[in-house]
Nanobody, 127 residues
Framework: QVQLVESGGGLVQAGGSLRLSCAAS????????MAWFRQAPGKEREFVGR????????VYTDSVKGRFTISRNKDKNMIYLQMNSLKPEDTAVYYC????????????????????WGQGTQVTVSS
């Protein structure tokens, strides 16, 4: 059973940085795709980016490209979301998710693709 635990959220001023961490256990093979989603109050949960566990190659939604970076540490079973140049519109609960089937393309951006979720961590960006 895969378990995901996020940490690192908090309050930061616009223009600042935060690094979120996701501790993963139970990843039994390298085919997983790990993703970050976020959900702002009153809005749908949206895809932020994802990384393929085996290769470390990451893909991002347009609104965070150039500002956010996803990485993973295979030895520590950790996934990170480095967030720079934060904006008030980045305020949301951020979730780590895992897809055991190794999605590709469009499907990786869908909430329904992912089998496992963390509990979320709050990020608040003040203006």
């Amino acid at each position: 059973q895969v378990q995901l635990v996020e940490s690192g959220g908090g309050l930061v001023q616009a223009g600042g940085s935060l690094r979120l961490s996701c501790a993963a256990s139970g990843l039994t093979f390298s085919g997983y795709v790990m993703a970050w989603f976020r959900q702002a109050p009153g809005k749908e949960r949206e895809f932020v980016g994802r990384v393929r566990w085996s290769t470390g190659i990451a893909v991002y939604t347009d609104s965070v490209k150039g500002r956010f970076t996803i990485s993973r540490n295979k030895d520590k079973n950790m996934i990170y979301l480095q967030m720079n140049s934060l904006k008030p519109e980045d305020t949301a609960v951020y979730y780590c998710a895992a897809d055991r089937d190794g999605c590709s393309g469009y499907g990786c951006g869908l909430r329904s693709t992912y089998d496992y979720w963390g509990q979320g961590t709050q990020v608040t960006v003040s203006s």
